[in-house]
């Protein structure tokens, strides 16, 4: 089992449009992972139909028990996260603004704070459009551990990949190059970098290599929308020619691409001649020739 790992070093760049374009030509030879858990959505494009949840536990938050607490105010005066509320006869903790540091829980004199676990997010397990599985999840709001999340649905979907016999785990990585990169990037035998003809795009491709070359991870690219401004693809041709990286393709501005995203399809399913989608078919022949 190998597992493909698709990211940008920032968002907008056409990164899940082309990985669930790959994962929809994979058929049931992969197991489809979406670690974009803060902002989650190639679940639309291959219409997943979150059979499976399961929650997702990270993180402490302190919780006063009304009954035990004194009103004493001890709590509310060294909480730096402005988490401790007043109350007339009690304090209580804002779930969002604590940041679980244990401080108003040994400070309090009659033991009225407990530190309790808190649900993070959902992972979910569903049945996808191509015959597959997908593995996604999304994040609590306001809670923190995103990389930690990446890790358990990365866990997840390598488990069931080998548990089906699936030659492929597909990941859709998250954009930039934070903790939730890191988690998508461990493990990964190739990475699918995809950029743009932008002056950000090319910045932060070249951020995003450097985080894959930290972790000695083989890089390919896509230059999505290559014709936006030819100055700027000739520059990330003659980096990626500097650093051995193989360009897969240099992908058109193309108004398909955007329809196709409006009618909750990956393009090669929207337009199966279309040339976007045969340079996207030729793209995983030649991810699969490299991966052997």
């Known amino acids: 089992m190998r597992e493909i790992v698709v990211i940008s070093g920032k968002g907008g760049t056409g990164k899940t449009s082309i990985s669930a374009s790959l994962s929809y030509l994979t058929k049931n030879e992969a197991i489809v992972c979406d670690c974009d858990v803060d902002a989650a959505n190639m679940h639309l494009l291959l219409d997943a139909d979150f059979k499976e949840q399961r929650d997702f536990y990270s993180g402490e938050i302190a919780v006063i028990d009304p009954d035990l607490c004194t009103n004493c105010g001890k709590c509310f005066d060294v909480c730096r996260f402005d988490a401790i509320i007043k109350r007339r006869d009690y304090h209580e903790v804002d779930p969002i603004s604590c940041e679980g540091c244990y401080y108003c829980s040994r400070i309090c004199p009659s033991d009225a704070i407990e530190m309790v676990t808190q649900k993070a997010g959902d992972i979910f397990i ?130 398909n691409f955007t329809k196709a995203m409006s009618r909750a399809k990956p393009i090669v399913e929207f337009d199966e001649n279309c040339q976007i989608t045969a340079q996207i078919k030729m793209s995983w022949y030649n991810v699969v020739k490299l991966d052997k």
């Open 126 to 255: 569903s049945n996808i459009k191509n015959g597959s599985k997908m593995v996604h999840a999304k994040l609590g709001f306001g809670a923190e551990n995103s990389g930690k999340l990446v890790s358990k649905v990365k866990q997840i979907a390598k488990e069931l990949a080998l548990k089906e016999g699936k030659k492929y785990v597909i990941t859709d990585g998250s954009p930039g190059i934070g903790c939730p990169v890191i988690s998508s990037l461990s493990g990964a035998n190739l990475v699918v970098l995809v950029t743009e003809a932008t002056v950000s795009g090319f910045h932060d491709l070249k951020r995003v290599h450097e985080l894959t070359k930290s972790f000695n991870l083989k890089s390919v690219c896509v230059i999505n929308k290559y014709d936006l401004n030819m100055k700027i693809t000739n520059q990330i041709r003659e980096y990626l020619l500097s650093e051995d990286i193989q360009l897969l393709a240099s992908l058109a501005y193309d108004e």
